[in-house]
T-cell receptor, first 114, second 118 residues
Framework: GAGVSQSPRYKVAKRGQDVALRCDPISGHVSLFWYQQALGQGPEFLTYFQNEAQLDKSGLPSDRFFAERPEGSVSTLKIQRTQQEDSAVYLC????????????FGQGTRLTVV | AQKVTQAQTEISVVEKEDVTLDCVYETRDTTYYLFWYKQPPSGELVFLIRRNSFDEQNEISGRYSWNFQKSTSSFNFTITASQVVDSAVYFCALSEATTQGGSEKLVFGKGTKLTVNP
């Protein structure tokens, strides 16, 4: 597709439930990022993939968060045993693999944990 | 450690006014990149500009202009003759050349909410 596509757009989960968020990057983009954006805040880095390799997961807040990109295109962010503090917008971005290039963002998935 | 500060939380102007959004950054790297993104109510971050640390030339694109000053670690953004459609949250961001795994991850400020009233 023309842009980064994320699904679902909205997700309501009961506390303790597992969720999976999907990201379809721009075709041919090697780099893929996940960010978490709390209400009224700037996005915060979670993890980075170069093709299928997860090269940086320093921003994942706990071991309940897991991301994968098995074939180097679509990525899934999984959150196990969701907690209320996980409520946020999860943004996916992709970019070409060259230094300092701009990242293109999807519209995000708004996760609400009740 | 890298940090981006946008001191202005909210700004409200009347259409056709000029407005400047401030951005101050901190980094230990000599090579880095600075960005501005716009986030309209739909939620998608829209790329506006990228500058590298070696290019301090100011840039103008239509009604938008950017003032990069390494001496004060600032990268300010000015909208001339603002329009209602400019209403959005604007984020300044920093990417360092040397990051874990070469991730080029962005560090964002908290954003400035701009409201342009008719």
């Amino acid at each position: 597709g023309a842009g980064v596509s994320q699904s679902p757009r909205y997700k309501v989960a009961k506390r303790g439930q597992d969720v999976a968020l999907r990201c379809d990057p721009i075709s041919g983009h090697v780099s893929l990022f996940w960010y978490q954006q709390a209400l009224g805040q700037g996005p915060e880095f979670l993890t980075y993939f170069q093709n299928e390799a997860q090269l940086d997961k320093s921003g994942l807040p706990s071991d309940r968060f897991f991301a994968e990109r098995p074939e180097g295109s679509v990525s899934t962010l999984k959150i196990q045993r969701t907690q209320q503090e996980d409520s946020a917008v999860y943004l996916c971005a992709s970019s070409r693999r060259s230094q300092g290039t701009e990242a293109f963002f999807g519209q995000g998935t708004r996760l609400t944990v009740v | 450690a890298q940090k981006v500060t946008q001191a202005q939380t909210e700004i409200s102007v009347v259409e056709k006014e000029d407005v400047t959004l401030d951005c101050v950054y901190e980094t230990r790297d000599t090579t880095y990149y600075l960005f501005w993104y716009k986030q309209p109510p739909s939620g998608e971050l829209v790329f506006l500009i990228r500058r590298n640390s070696f290019d301090e030339q100011n840039e103008i694109s239509g009604r938008y202009s950017w003032n990069f000053q390494k001496s004060t670690s600032s990268f300010n953004f000015t909208i001339t003759a603002s329009q209602v459609v400019d209403s959005a949250v604007y984020f300044c961001a920093l990417s360092e050349a040397t990051t874990q795994g070469g991730s080029e991850k962005l560090v964002f400020g908290k954003g400035t909410k701009l409201t342009v009233n008719p």
